[in-house]
């Protein structure tokens, strides 16, 4: 038996749901790579990396072409995240502690992300509906391609809008994996959506205390 046969087997039934070991160990080391996140830890991308790898098989077995092509761009974007962190860790010699500095994203930024995120679900909706072989569910899949896209981006950047991409996510992620069969995604995403409102509070309350820092500096 081929690794790859073995991940899309069944590891056992619940709820008349039969839950894949590639769609169980992916998503859990997915929500370790969240967790870490919220943590400002750089491990986070690594993390990203290895459960994008374990979840093309799942999403290869559902016939989820837009879930494949977002599991390759995280482990495209997880390999540019881990670069950009490398470089914006506040260094203790500079009084940081060894973690990424956040902030929230400027009118500009957050206007580039919103058009990317409307005008890229617009072109990979289109193609998957020109190429139906592609995803059954073309415009909630392409929403889910892009926006993870959108706030991987957010992320290696350090932007708090990060956490708000992936609550938009979330809201399409959890009916649609459900409807797919993978049950134990649809599970995890709803606990993703608990620690996204605990990362969005940890990270909103990071800028406020930063600011006093920074204005104490300018002067």
């Known amino acids: 038996m081929s690794a790859v046969s073995w991940l899309n087997g069944e590891a056992f039934t619940a709820f008349d749901q039969h839950i894949m070991w590639s769609d169980m160990i992916g998503n859990s080391i997915g929500l370790v790579a969240l967790a870490l996140g919220w943590r400002r830890s750089i491990w986070s991308w690594p993390a990203q990396f290895a459960s994008g790898v374990i979840l093309v098989a799942a999403y290869a077995s559902a016939q989820l072409g837009g879930g494949v092509g977002k599991q390759l761009l995280v482990i495209a974007v997880a390999l540019w995240g881990w670069q950009q962190w490398q470089r914006g860790k506040q260094r203790a010699e500079d009084g940081g502690d ?48 892009v926006g993870t896209l959108v706030a991987m981006i957010a992320q290696a950047r350090g932007l708090v809008e990060f956490w708000f991409a992936w609550l938009l996510v979330d809201l399409v992620g959890v009916p649609l994996a459900f409807n797919s069969g993978l049950a134990f995604s649809g599970l995890v995403y709803i606990v993703y959506f608990a620690l996204v409102l605990w990362g969005l509070r940890d ?17």
């Open 98 to 145: 060894g973690a990424i500095a956040v902030r929230f994203a400027t009118w500009r930024e957050r206007g580039l992300l919103a058009a990317g995120a409307v005008v890229g679900t617009l072109a990979v909706a289109g193609l998957f509906t020109l190429y139906p072989s592609l995803s059954w569910s073309p415009w909630a899949d392409a929403y889910i391609f």
């Open 203 to 219: 990270w909103w309350l990071r800028t406020r205390a930063a600011r006093p820092v920074l204005e104490g500096a300018a002067a």
